[in-house]
């Protein structure tokens, strides 16, 4: 089983700064199934990027993601205040099973 | 639009039964894989099952294998998760998801609070 580890766990920044948020995984993940997502406390996760690099409709292009193999990235060029959230990456793994990382949270410094 | 609606959430004792229940509308629910994802209190999402689109493969995470079934009905655009010996740690935010190409959850619902508690 494919286990995600996600770097930081937290996150301090600055509406207007740039963040960027890791994501590894043990062994190597098809960058084909490599996914992340925003979550508000209070509301369900919302679909970010797909597929290591490709935004959700409605997506702002602030948000990007990269990477391939074990290392993952998203980055937000420039925080707005609704950005601030948990961000989760995720992997399709064998037998139809999915795995998530257990976050990052971006608050506000 | 997507909506997906889940229902059946709860307080029940420790061995109890539960079923959830979600409502799907505003696409062709019948042409997806769908799962439900969970989330216990203060903690990170864990993906719990999924079924695929005619109900003939499922697939489970281990520590719900042999207490939890999940099912569809098509014809009512409804995905179910029957909870059988609940334990203490099944306590959670259930949500319903639409799978998109077996890779990612495109669309969730707003989760069913089940907890499990004497």
């Known amino acids: 089983e494919i286990v995600l580890t996600q770097s930081p766990g937290t996150l301090s920044l600055s509406p207007g700064e740039r963040a960027t948020l890791s994501c590894r995984a043990s062994?190597?993940?098809?960058?084909?199934?490599l996914a992340w997502y925003q979550q508000k406390p209070g509301q369900a996760p919302r679909l970010l990027i797909y597929g290591a690099s490709n935004r959700a409709t409605g997506i702002p292009d602030r948000f990007s993601g990269s990477g391939s193999g074990t290392d993952f990235t998203l980055t937000i060029s420039r925080l707005e205040p609704e950005d601030f959230a948990v961000y989760y990456c995720?992997?399709?793994?064998?037998?139809?099973?999915?795995?998530f990382g257990p976050g990052t949270k971006v608050d506000i410094k | 639009e997507v909506q997906l609606v889940e229902s059946g959430g709860g307080l029940v004792q420790p061995g109890g039964s539960l079923r959830l229940s979600c409502a799907a509308s505003g696409f062709t629910f019948s042409n997806y894989w769908m799962s439900w994802v969970r989330q216990a209190p203060g903690k990170g999402l864990e993906w719990v099952a999924n079924?695929?689109?005619?109900?003939?493969?499922?697939s489970y995470v281990d520590s719900v294998k042999g207490r939890f079934t999940i099912s569809r009905d098509n014809a009512k655009n409804s995905l179910y998760l029957q909870m059988n010996s609940l334990r203490a740690e099944d306590t959670a935010v259930y949500y319903c998801?639409?799978?998109?190409?077996?890779?990612?959850?495109?669309?969730w619902g707003q989760g069913t609070l089940v907890t499990v508690s004497s």
């Open positions: 995720q992997q399709y793994g064998s037998s139809h099973s999915f795995t």
């Open positions: 062994q190597s993940v098809s960058s084909s199934y």
């Open positions: 079924i695929k689109q005619d109900g003939s493969e499922e």
């Open positions: 998801a639409r799978e998109r190409g077996l890779r990612y959850f495109e669309n």
